[in-house]
């Protein structure tokens, strides 16, 4: 119930293209579902976050779409770039929980110029 | 902008030998996290640290794991006596506040046991 299950694996897009990451989660005590960006060799960093009482939130090119009813969310990066290539990782936060985040098994996204 | 700085970068033991990564939090954070990457894989829960105690570990976090923050800086991980399954990325993160929601990580130890 812990999980977060992401997908794809990986993920070639065009520059310019729309790129799609989709994650899934059992655990309704979820309250607050971040996507971090990770780069060769550098640690994760936030890039944006949702709570399940929005069902959009977007930051520039980024968007995430939330699906409560279907306990589904999803990052949407609009006109992506090559400088977008990276591992994205969805998480999921139980509230009150010292352990803070649960990872999804992350997305390599590349980024063709 | 403040980050969390992790040394070393990368280090190489042998099977058996104990290691130590350190990390320098974030100055006004109080709480304060492992995290490891197995190569290719996704980012795991260690330990939380809170209070000068620990406050969560997960399965992995067994007797050969010990935390410290030894001075108001520094946040240790030790693993006494390495295994070969214990290569991979180690990332420390800390927290201003509980519920605050933004987890900083540092950039992470590559620990290599041989």
């Known amino acids: 119930q812990q999980q977060v299950k992401q997908s794809p694996q990986s993920l070639i897009v065009q520059k310019g293209g729309i790129s799609i990451i989709n994650c899934a989660y059992e655990?309704?005590?979820?309250?607050?579902f971040p996507w971090y960006q990770q780069f060769p060799g550098k640690g994760p960093a936030l890039l944006i976050a949702?709570?399940?009482?929005?069902s959009e939130k977007k930051e520039g090119r980024f968007t995430i779409s939330f699906n409560k009813s279907a306990k589904q969310f999803s990052l949407h990066i609009m006109d992506s770039q090559p400088g977008d290539s990276a591992t994205y990782f969805c998480?999921?936060?139980?509230?009150?929980?010292?352990?803070?985040?649960?990872f999804g098994s992350g997305t390599q996204l590349t980024v063709l110029p | 902008e403040p980050e969390v700085t992790q040394t070393p970068s990368h280090q190489v033991t042998q099977m058996g030998q104990e290691v130590i990564l350190r990390c320098v939090p974030i100055?006004?954070?109080?709480?304060f996290y492992w995290y490891r990457q197995i190569l290719g894989q996704k980012v795991e829960f260690l330990v939380s640290?809170?209070?000068?105690?620990?406050?969560?570990k997960s399965e992995i976090f067994d007797d050969q794991f010990s935390v410290e923050r030894p001075d108001g800086s520094n946040f240790t991980l030790k693993i006494r006596s390495t295994k070969l399954e214990d290569s991979a990325m180690y990332f420390c993160?800390?927290?201003?506040?509980?519920?605050?929601?933004?987890?900083?990580f540092g950039a992470g130890s590559r620990l290599t046991v041989l």
């Open positions: 998480a999921a936060r139980v509230p009150g929980s010292a352990r803070q985040l649960t």
């Open positions: 655990n309704t005590a979820f309250d607050y």
């Open positions: 949702i709570r399940p009482d929005v």
């Open positions: 100055s006004n954070h109080l709480y």
């Open positions: 640290f809170y209070n000068n105690e620990i406050s969560e």
């Open positions: 993160a800390s927290m201003l506040l509980s519920g605050a929601n933004v987890l900083t």
